[in-house]
């Protein structure tokens, strides 16, 4: 199934730190699509966040805004790399997945929202 193929040579990877440094802490312009359950990203999720499940993901990519790079975030950073998978099959360039997704986010003492 199309879905579960990983291919890492077409998107780049991002640690929370780094996203943090580059993207959050200075409000760069950036999408940030987190691609849980609506279940889990209600329980809480990463400051400015838009849910787009990712078993959603391909039938919804129109809603993703385009022009500018877009940080791809799930649980723990697997869930994400199929959905950065599939922003750049549909003509997205700067995608990156956050390793480690919300729970290292969490972990690093770092807000949540919801």
Not at 46 to 53: D, F
Not at 76 to 93: A, C, D, K
């Amino acid at each position: 199934m199309f879905l579960f193929k990983r291919d890492n040579d077409s998107y780049g990877h991002l640690d929370t730190a780094t996203y943090n440094n580059d993207y959050h802490s200075i409000k760069a312009d950036h999408v940030l699509v987190d691609v849980r359950t609506t279940e889990e990203f209600n329980s809480g999720h990463l400051p400015n966040a838009i849910n787009i499940p990712l078993h959603q993901l391909q039938g919804r990519v129109s809603e993703v805004p385009t022009g500018k790079p877009v940080v791809v975030v799930c649980a723990t950073g697997n869930r994400s790399q199929t959905g950065s998978s599939i922003l750049v099959r549909s003509g997205f360039t700067e995608v990156y997945n956050l390793k480690g997704g919300t729970m290292s986010w969490m972990m690093q003492g770092l807000p949540l929202e919801g």
